[in-house]
């Protein structure tokens, strides 16, 4: 197939812009000389700009943890995707658990994130995953279908080249409980093969499908190994140059 990795982190709300400097300074030493691996940093709004200074020259890439769907307004608090790709963003994320579970993001609302997003050709890592009751209940694929399905409502195929799926089991994120490799890939290959229903299979063999719940040096290697799994959203392990670095460079682990 020939998808590139792609390893993002996702800061969260961690990380002063003093912090994130020295982080994304750190960073850069570590994984210099890394080939063939995509990588982006998603650092809170605050530090977006000087991050984007340290960057320039590097082939890292800049990523927001969220947007607004307005381009501008009377929306205090919220950011719009113009303003996002004009501080140096290339990704965003969208309809991470945590938005959904504590600020009520829903797929009608993901999905207008996402249009708002790619319409300012900014690229997309869409998330979706389901809880553990779902998991339990055996709800794990209608789940991930409907977010799918609701989350990409009026994309053509031409809008999924700058989508990146990120699937995340909520059960697993900060946690420390990882799905094992054999139930990620399960998950991948439903969502390929959903992508590939809905669209096309020409956009599913090319859409990057991250994992991301608990990702650290010690399972990465065996996620990456799995035909359907792209690479990952790592959260805590990314707070980390040397951490995160190893997951980069996993291959060499």
Not at 27 to 46: N, Y
Not at 105 to 125: G, H, P, W
Request: charged fraction near 30%.
């Amino acid at each position: 197939m020939g998808r590139l990795p792609f390893i993002a982190g996702n800061w969260k709300m961690n990380k002063t812009v003093g912090e994130a400097v020295d982080l994304v300074r750190e960073l850069k030493k570590a994984i210099s000389g890394v080939k063939e691996v995509e990588v982006a940093v998603a650092p809170p709004f605050t530090a977006i700009y000087a991050v984007r200074r340290e960057l320039e020259g590097t082939p890292i890439g800049l990523v927001a943890q969220n947007l607004y769907w307005e381009e501008k307004g009377a929306f205090t608090g919220e950011v719009s995707a113009l303003m996002l790709k004009e501080a140096g963003c290339h990704y965003v994320i969208i309809g991470h658990s945590e938005r959904r579970q504590y600020f009520g993001e829903t797929d009608e609302t993901v999905n207008r994130k996402v249009k708002a997003a790619l319409a300012q050709s900014l690229k997309v890592i869409f998330c979706i995953g389901e809880t553990l009751k779902e998991r339990e209940d055996g709800k794990t694929f209608s789940v991930i279908e409907r977010q799918i399905e609701g989350g990409s409502r009026g994309l053509g195929d031409k809008e999924w080249r700058d989508i990146v799926i990120a699937y995340e089991p909520v059960w697993a994120i900060g946690t420390g409980k990882t799905a094992t490799p054999e139930q990620a890939e399960e998950t991948h290959r439903f969502i390929r093969e959903k992508v590939e229903k809905l669209y096309s299979r020409k956009v599913s063999e090319k859409i990057l499908i991250q994992y991301g719940g608990s990702v650290t040096a010690e399972n990465i290697r065996g996620l990456m190994s799995q035909p359907d799994i792209d690479g990952a959203l790592v959260g805590g392990a990314s707070l980390k140059a040397e951490s995160f670095s190893k997951i980069v460079r996993f291959r060499e682990l």
